[in-house]
């Protein structure tokens, strides 16, 4: 999981680029990188790291032009420690063109052979992103052949082209130099992306953005979200331009987006997402309500920050007090970004502090997001007892997560995830609680579905394995598992590593 954003501006993009960042930092927290054209030049600065951190005043002074893209990364998997992965990426052919990419592609393997070995272009990281760009690339040379200039039909054929060699998740912005942003949504829509604009002096300017809330800090208003399979073409004098270059393009967004991904104060595919949590606590309230003895709960409390909504509203269905006993230290990274284990565990102690007398002698219903492995759960049920609970339940405002996510969030392998071939009461005795309560899958989609009828379905291969790309089977999650296993990778199947390190659930900061 990742965020990319791309604005097209009638002044200096640097200083909006940085600030828009910060508000897609919750996407990504590994790496950063901006890059703004001017002319036919390119300035690029990009590394490992938050955003604030990454980027010095002498940086952004070198990052001049008014058309520009950027993008802010989680670790890839097995190699969270390489600076060249960070993104956007660059090649020089044709005319010159840098993309930044947020989600996954499944066929990797085969677009590296074809790009590699057919096209005769050189991938220099392991990162799928990487391999899209070339591909992109090696679709405009085909549109554009012996002329020397591109035009609009040339960029639309290319991306109609790439939807149709290229499986997975994507939502990407793209600059070509000398023409303009280019930004494009894969087929179902699995990733965000929306647009927006704003008039100052009387010039409309554009942004693009994984996320809506990136619009109001930067005095934009959302126009609308890219659909899926759709490509739209900013000039570099401001003119907009779209066309669908999908065959069959669906609306079928991530689930996981709404229940933690998205922050809440985002609008994904005509979602509040704020509403589908205080929403996902109705239906899960009355899940408890069939599960658990109410008489047997005191007191319902969020585990900060991303469930808070559903838990405030859990309370309230169930007519309960609702109290916040755990607080957190900001300032210590998230958890399930963390590389290993015991380092994850520390985490946890080091930024969750729970406050005794909320506590003690007290029967506890804790509401979290989603229970991944369990391990920040069993942390957290520990704390709480030893702060003198003298029953805590658990309750996940998402399904059980039963699969690993190929899309862009590269959670455990099956064997890791500790809902896998357990019932809720055996995840109740692995994490050390009296009981654990999901949402039931129905009901989270008919949450989102309210919302905005015009979704189609969903992304759910976490909670029910159906991967809606079509090319996921039961050997290529084999080898993702072996891969995981015999080289602490996530690669297809032995070329490419690329995605996020899902662990476990946090916050939106």
């Keep these: 999981?990742?965020?990319?954003?791309?604005?097209?501006?009638?002044?200096?993009?640097?200083?909006?680029?940085?600030?828009?960042?910060?508000?897609?930092?919750?996407?990504?927290?590994?790496?950063?990188?901006?890059?703004?054209?001017?002319?036919?030049?390119?300035?690029?600065?990009?590394?490992?790291?938050?955003?604030?951190?990454?980027?010095?005043?002498?940086?952004?002074?070198?990052?001049?032009?008014?058309?520009?893209?950027?993008?802010?990364?989680?670790?890839?998997?097995?190699?969270?420690?390489?600076?060249?992965?960070?993104?956007?990426?660059?090649?020089?052919?044709?005319?010159?063109?840098?993309?930044?990419?947020?989600?996954?592609?499944?066929?990797?393997?085969?677009?590296?052979?074809?790009?590699c070995f057919g096209d005769l272009r050189h991938i220099n990281t392991r990162s799928d992103s990487e391999v899209l760009l070339n591909v992109l690339a090696c679709e405009l040379e085909d549109q554009v052949g012996d002329r020397t200039s591109l035009n609009l039909e040339d960029i639309f054929a290319a991306v109609t082209a790439l939807h149709q060699r290229v499986h997975g998740a994507y939502g990407v912005v793209a600059l070509i130099a000398g023409y303009g942003l280019l930004a494009f949504r894969d087929p179902f829509g699995i990733r965000p992306l929306c647009l927006g604009k704003r008039v100052k002096n009387g010039l409309t300017d554009y942004v693009v953005a994984s996320e809506s809330v990136v619009f109001p800090s930067l005095d934009f208003e959302i126009l609308r979200d890219v659909a899926p399979g759709e490509a739209i073409f900013i000039s570099n004098d401001?003119?907009?331009?779209?066309?669908?270059?999908?065959?069959?393009?669906?609306?079928?967004?991530?689930?996981?987006?709404?229940?933690?991904?998205?922050?809440?104060?985002?609008?994904?595919?005509?979602?509040?997402?704020?509403?589908?949590?205080?929403?996902?606590?109705?239906?899960?309230?009355?899940?408890?309500?069939?599960?658990?003895?109410?008489?047997?709960?005191?007191?319902?409390?969020?585990v900060p920050d991303t469930s808070r909504p559903s838990a405030m509203e859990l309370a309230q269905h169930l007519n309960k007090p609702y109290r916040e006993g755990l607080f957190k230290n900001r300032y210590i990274g998230r958890t399930f970004i963390m590389p290993g284990q015991s380092v994850r565990k520390k985490s946890v102690r080091q930024k969750l502090n729970p406050m005794n007398y909320e506590f003690k002698g007290k029967r506890v219903l804790l509401v979290d997001d989603s229970i991944v492995r369990g391990t920040t759960s069993r942390e957290i049920v520990d704390m709480v007892r030893e702060a003198g609970a003298t029953k805590v339940y658990f309750a996940s405002a998402a399904p059980a997560v039963l699969f690993p996510n190929v899309y862009g969030i590269d959670m455990p392998t099956r064997e890791e995830l500790i809902s896998y071939q357990r019932d809720a009461d055996q995840v109740a005795d692995e994490i050390g609680a009296d009981g654990v309560v999901f949402q039931d899958l129905k009901d989270l989609k008919k949450v989102v579905l309210s919302l905005n009828p015009q979704i189609e379905g969903f992304d759910s291969s976490c909670f029910d394995g159906h991967y809606i790309t079509g090319d996921i089977n039961e050997a290529y999650l084999q080898r993702l598992s072996d891969n995981k296993h015999n080289l602490a990778t996530f690669a297809l199947p032995g070329l490419i590593e690329h995605s996020v390190s899902v662990q476990e659930n946090e916050d939106e900061d």
Excluded at 23 to 29: A, E, K
Excluded at 84 to 99: D, H, K, M, R
Excluded at 250 to 255: I, Q, S
Excluded at 256 to 265: I, K, L, N, S
Aim: hydrophobic share 40%; with cysteine; charged share 15%.
């Design 238 to 302: 401001g003119q907009l331009f779209s066309q669908q270059c999908a065959q069959q393009p669906r609306l079928m967004p991530c689930l996981f987006e709404y229940v933690y991904f998205a922050r809440p104060d985002s609008v994904i595919d005509g979602v509040s997402v704020y509403n589908a949590r205080l929403n996902m606590g109705i239906t899960l309230a009355e899940k408890v309500k069939r599960t658990l003895n109410l008489d047997d709960i005191d007191v319902v409390m969020p």
């Design 1 to 115: 999981m990742c965020g990319v954003l791309g604005i097209v501006a009638h002044e200096g993009v640097n200083q909006l680029l940085y600030d828009g960042l910060q508000m897609l930092q919750h996407r990504g927290q590994d790496a950063a990188g901006i890059v703004t054209a001017e002319g036919t030049m390119f300035h690029m600065h990009k590394g490992r790291g938050m955003v604030r951190d990454v980027f010095r005043t002498r940086n952004m002074r070198e990052l001049v032009g008014q058309v520009g893209i950027a993008h802010v990364r989680y670790p890839t998997a097995g190699n969270a420690n390489c600076s060249a992965e960070a993104q956007p990426f660059y090649v020089n052919s044709p005319f010159g063109i840098v993309l930044a990419h947020n989600g996954n592609l499944t066929n990797t393997e085969e677009l590296f052979k074809n790009v």
